[in-house]
């Protein structure tokens, strides 16, 4: 089974975030910047002329397909290197994939997202 995680970040956070993923051996993933808001509905700012309300936030979404069997392991990752314990750490949405194709040799499923010293080969894992 393929999960997919889209964590939303801090743009502060993403070289950790990235750095503890290469750590343990996710080698693909794909980042957009996105602007968004959570609870707190934005932030209130004070500028020259008053306060005022930024209700969208730059964040950047993580986001990356890998199979079950990494989810976990993967959110810890997440969780660690993206905190800092103030509002605006983020969120992790875990979503399940229906199908990935690798265009170049029609390779479909887990084999389309295998990459050599990936997490799975490194554990010695029979994947297919
Ligand atoms: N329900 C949602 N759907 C899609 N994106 C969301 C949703 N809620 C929040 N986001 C995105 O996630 C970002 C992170 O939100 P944030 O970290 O402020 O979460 P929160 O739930 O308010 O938690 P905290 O209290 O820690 O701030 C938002 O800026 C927004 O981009
Ligand atoms: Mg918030």
């Known amino acids: ?10 743009e502060d956070k993403l070289n950790e975030v990235k750095e503890a993923l290469k750590e343990m051996g996710i ?3 794909n980042v957009f910047e996105i ?21 969208l936030l730059p964040k950047i979404q993580v986001n990356i397909i890998l199979s079950e069997q ?3 392991e993967v959110i810890d990752a997440i969780l660690r290197s ?23 040799t029609r390779e479909r499923g887990h084999d389309a997202v295998m990459y050599p010293g990936d997490i799975d080969e490194r554990k010695g894992r029979i994947t297919k």
Request: glycine letters at 16%.
């Open 70 to 72: 990494n989810l976990e």
């Open 82 to 104: 993206a905190y800092t314990g103030e509002a605006g750490d983020g969120l992790i949405f875990v979503l399940p994939v229906e199908e990935v194709i690798r265009i170049r």
């Open 35 to 55: 602007r968004g808001h959570g609870r707190q509905g934005g932030i209130s700012l004070v500028g020259r002329s008053g306060s005022y309300q930024v209700d």
């Open 1 to 10: 089974m393929l999960k997919k995680v889209e964590a939303i970040i801090r």
């Open 27 to 29: 080698v693909g993933l």
